[in-house]
């Protein structure tokens, strides 16, 4: 999710119908550690974006300081 930013929706997506598709909710801690996982996920998700976008707005600023 970090590297690769145009595979961030697919790996996201496959995820979430890899869980509805194939885990039981019979399995209750291979149910639990999944969706850990993907809260992990979103949460890195999460945080790339909002890094992305303050070093985009430091360099807006850093350019009209220049201008």
Do not use: A, C, P
């Not at 550690?33 to 890094?51: F, G, Y």
């Amino acid at each position: 999710l970090v590297d690769f930013s145009d595979w961030r929706e697919d790996v996201l997506f496959g995820f979430t119908n890899f869980l509805l598709r194939e885990v039981n909710d019979m399995h209750h801690t291979l149910l639990d550690s999944s969706l850990k996982l993907l809260l992990q996920l979103l949460t890195q998700w999460k945080l790339v974006i909002q890094t992305q976008g303050k070093v985009y707005e430091q360099g807006n600023k850093i350019r009209n300081s220049e201008v």
